[in-house]
């Protein structure tokens, strides 16, 4: 703790000689923030009293440099990063709090520095028009986030000495007008630094933050009632198409609307014109696409710019809409009208994971949004997998370079994975309706399923997390629900989800093989309490042969028995009762098999 002045003080000298900033390693910004959060709360009277000298002293200069004719640029960078550092451990201080510990007389010291870092806010705010500082931003908005994390929501004490000071300092009387504060500085950044995709990011973070803790607080606020009626790239530069420089830069409208999704939703109820009103901007960005499709000649640049900037927000606005009457809403818009748009975009962008991805991450998001019942018809239309038409332009694409194929392929065979299984898990309609009335869009969903999984190495399967995921989640479902499906395939098909199934039990990472654990039948209930981790549900077991094991294949069954021993035996398993829930099965379609033909685990030496 006797080093902390020096340790501020040699970060100075980082800046006054023109080393290397710190600032640019964000790794080593946190870890030291980390070390500062818990050792400047041990002796907090004299930390503080060294943070207010120090930040006295920079904005009293950084000040007179502003206001002076003659200040170079070198100096006012300088004087900001200093501000900037001291902001950063600011926050990293008052995140450090423990509330157990702490006592009103450092809540007061809180607010001095509280005070101290949201004057110099106002006073960067209103220099933006003409300069502004990346990286003190962004220690603004780390700021923020501490501040939050500590002193907004129902465990503070709102006679907290803190927020008397911010009374008396700034005239913040209560929570509710600091909430303003937050909405005002994160309206100002996505006014003047919508182009800069941090701070951009960070700062719809800090929105979506709030959304999830304190709706029916934030709702009230004129500034949010600005957002909700005018989420506009003429109000919201980061909304508009024209200017981007890359597709992917569009990744953070998708919080920005499940923010502004979760905000309506406060007082949305059954408000139809309500919800009509806040989607304007949408419909008109459909319409605008749906124009542009319907000609020969248009910007290809700008439909697809306008597309998927619509489909990230409608993505948010569907994550957020988690009850029944606001989703089915949504639903009702956007199908049948606008779902030909995306199918067509799909069919003419197929090559292009840019375009498609998104599209195909709002379909997923719309099925696995589960309000529906077997009762509803309308959760016939919700089995979005009778469009497995833009599947199977993935397998058209050939041959992928090693380097792009997650990106180009596997990302999208991921998502479409994801899809299924979410409508085969959704309970949005009973199954045996395809048969009795001659629709084949489930099967046809389950044979594109297989062209998608057969063109895939094994080694691709294993090495994506996130596809292995997706395919043994959706194996679980099929091998519980589909069965018959299952037992239906050609032998060498089932051979590639047995052999699949070997490969992601020895995969280290315990994400990969958590959906594989699926015992044959019979299938025994849990009890209460045998999984202790909570990491595998209580369906998970091992899908079981359609057919007799014979040759390769019960050579594969051999292998998942000793590979599943060894794991119990002699590794540091912790899910025992998961991983042992298969053995009786595999015992038995093994039980005229010699032991001595069983080959050794890829882990250990087999258990013999």
Not at 39 to 54: D, H, N, P, S, W
Not at 204 to 221: F, R
């Amino acid at each position: 703790y006797h080093q902390l002045p020096q340790c501020i003080k040699e970060i100075f000298f980082f800046l006054r000689d023109g080393l290397e900033d710190p600032l640019d390693d964000a790794g080593l910004v946190q870890q030291q923030l980390d070390q500062l959060s818990t050792i400047g709360r041990c002796e907090y009277e004299k930390t503080c009293a060294l943070l207010v000298q120090l930040f006295d002293q920079a904005a009293q200069t950084y000040q007179e440099l502003l206001q002076s004719t003659n200040s170079s640029a070198v100096d006012v960078t300088v004087q900001e990063g200093r501000l900037t550092w001291l902001v950063y451990i600011i926050g990293a201080v008052i995140g450090g709090r423990v509330s157990f510990a702490s006592t009103d007389e450092q809540d007061a010291m809180d607010g001095e520095l509280v005070c101290r870092v949201l004057q110099l806010m106002n006073l960067t705010d209103s220099r933006l028009a003409q300069a502004g500082n990346e990286r003190l931003e962004l220690a603004m908005l780390s700021f923020f986030e501490q501040f939050r994390k500590i002193y907004i929501g129902d465990q503070v004490q709102k006679s907290s000495k803190l927020y008397r000071r911010l009374s008396e300092v700034l005239g913040l009387n209560d929570e509710t007008m600091v909430l303003s504060v937050f909405i005002g500085k994160i309206i100002t950044n996505l006014k003047y630094w919508g182009q800069c995709e941090p701070i951009t990011s960070k700062t719809l973070q800090l929105l979506n933050d709030l959304s999830l803790g304190y709706p029916s607080d934030l709702v009230k606020l004129s500034a949010v009632q600005f957002m909700l009626n005018n989420h506009t790239s003429e109000h919201f530069s980061f909304l508009g198409v024209n200017n981007q420089s890359n597709l992917s830069d569009m990744r953070c409208r998708t919080t920005f609307y499940t923010a502004l999704g979760r905000l309506l939703m406060v007082d949305l109820g059954e408000d139809e014109d309500q919800f009509e009103q806040f989607m304007l901007p949408l419909t008109a960005a459909f319409e605008a696409v749906a124009q542009m499709l319907s000609t020969n000649t248009f910007n290809e640049q700008e439909a697809k710019r306008t597309l998927v900037g619509l489909v990230r927000d409608l993505r948010g606005i569907a994550f957020a809409f988690n009850a029944k009457t606001s989703f089915m809403m949504l639903f009702d818009w956007i199908y049948p009208a606008y779902m030909p748009i995306l199918q067509r975009a799909i069919e003419l962008w197929y090559h292009d994971p840019a375009c498609t991805t998104p599209v195909l991450k709002l379909m997923a998001e719309l099925v696995h949004n589960s309000v529906s019942d077997p009762a509803d018809p309308k959760g016939y239309s919700l089995t979005f997998p009778r469009q497995t038409a833009s599947w199977n332009r993935i397998l058209t694409l050939g041959e992928v370079p090693k380097d792009q194929v997650y990106g180009v392929k596997l990302k999208g065979v991921s998502v479409c994975f994801t899809m299924l299984k979410a409508v085969l898990s959704g309970n949005y309609v009973n199954f045996g309706v395809f048969r009795l009335y001659g629709d084949d869009a489930l099967d046809n969903a389950l044979q594109t399923f297989i062209k998608l999984l057969l063109s895939i190495p094994h080694s691709d399967l294993l090495d994506y997390p996130k596809l292995s995921q997706s395919f043994y989640s959706l194996l679980e479902v099929l091998t519980q629900d589909h069965m018959n499906f299952i037992a239906s395939l050609e032998p060498h098909v089932v051979m590639y989800i047995l052999s699949s199934i070997s490969e992601g039990l020895t995969a280290l990472e315990e994400a990969r093989c958590h959906g594989n654990r699926r015992p044959l039948p019979p299938h025994h209930a849990a009890a209460p309490g045998d999984d202790p981790t909570g990491q595998l549900s209580p369906e998970s077991h091992l899908p079981f042969a359609p057919h007799p094991p014979h040759g390769v294949q019960a050579v594969v069954l051999l292998q998942m028995l000793s590979t599943v021993l060894n794991i119990i035996i002699f590794e540091d398993c912790r899910n025992q009762w998961s991983m042992s829930r298969p053995l009786l099965g595999l015992i038995l379609l093994n039980e005229k098999v010699s032991w001595q033909q069983a080959p050794p685990p890829n882990t250990r030496s087999c258990v013999r």
